[in-house]
């Protein structure tokens, strides 16, 4: 695995069949501006995922975790776990810490559900 940039934004080759289509399980991650905030993502079977740890401690640093936790309850929004792959391309691309052994993922829709949800939380700047 390595990591090319293009200015702000790395992509990760994904791994093509021999038919140039990607295999089922790939993905490919960059970095995408959400509240002002560079997000690093990863694109699986076509949907943005976005690190929860980073999410927390980049965006939503000024709320508390819990209130987080009852937000995403309320909205139905789940996480999923991300396999050894996609953790060790997350750290490449610094959106976890490199000591993590373990990190969740939420889609960009639902991440939108969230900040949508959470704006009046914020302290007004």
Do not use: W
Not at 32 to 44: D, F, K, T
Not at 47 to 53: E, I, R
Not at 78 to 90: G, M
């Amino acid at each position: 695995m390595f990591l090319t940039c293009e200015g702000t934004f790395g992509i990760v080759p994904t791994a093509m069949d021999y038919n140039g289509q990607a295999r089922p399980g790939e993905f490919h991650a960059g970095y995408q501006e959400i509240e002002g905030i560079n997000l690093g993502y990863l694109q699986i079977n076509g949907t943005q995922m976005f690190a929860l740890a980073q999410v927390l401690s980049d965006l939503f640093k000024d709320i508390p975790r819990t209130t987080i936790s009852k937000k995403m309850e309320i909205l139905k929004i789940k996480s999923r776990r991300c396999d050894l792959q996609e953790l060790r391309t997350l750290k490449a691309i610094n959106s976890v810490p490199t000591r993590a052994v373990k990190c969740s993922l939420i889609s960009k829709a639902d991440l939108e559900a969230l900040c949508t949800s959470c704006k009046s939380l914020s302290p007004r700047r």
